[in-house]
């Protein structure tokens, strides 16, 4: 089934903020992992993503997990994005996409090589956004991009016998 590239790139979008969120922003807490912000940090984020202050305030309110993530982007994308910015459905199919499979593979591979830079300070989310896109432009990710397509499209092609 093929979805929109714009609604891949704005689901995708949301679980990336997500992460950069838990990269920089988690401290260790009597009841378990936090996402702290300082009061600054706040202000900045109201100011530079105004429409990902919900999901930011979702997080907040109790001890990270996997399952807490996964419900709060989840929650999000049905308040903010499904049949708003996109038809009914689109987030859906979105997440049960191939392309939006292979875009967080090779999201998760750009973190994974750029670790030791993405380390040395907090680097706002439009910066990590830019460096992304940029870092995806090139030959060696355009050709991962196209081996994952390949391999995706193997593993979903029905088997004949």
């Not at 929650?75 to 499979?101: C, M």
């Not at 196209?146 to 092609?157: A, D, G, R």
Request: aromatic share 14%; hydrophobic share 40%; proline share 5%.
């Amino acid at each position: 089934m093929s979805v929109p590239k714009a609604a891949v790139r704005e689901v995708a979008k949301v679980f990336h903020f997500e992460f950069w969120l838990r990269y920089y922003f988690i401290q260790e807490a009597e009841d378990g992992l936090r996402l702290v912000l300082t009061p600054e940090q706040e202000m900045q984020m109201r100011r530079s993503f105004p429409e990902m202050w919900e999901l930011v305030e979702r997080l907040q309110e109790e001890p990270l997990s996997p399952q807490l993530s996964q419900q709060a982007v989840g929650e999000y994308l049905q308040l903010y994005v499904e049949g708003k910015k996109f038809a009914p459905n689109t987030v859906p199919n979105v997440l049960d996409s191939k392309d939006f499979e292979v875009e967080m593979y090779l999201f998760d591979t750009w973190v994974e090589l750029h670790e030791d830079q993405l380390m040395e300070k907090i680097y706002g989310f439009d910066w990590w956004m830019h460096v992304y896109e940029k870092w995806r432009e090139g030959e060696g990710a355009k050709h991962m991009e196209e081996s994952l397509k390949n391999q995706v499209k193997q593993h979903s092609s029905p088997t004949v016998h």
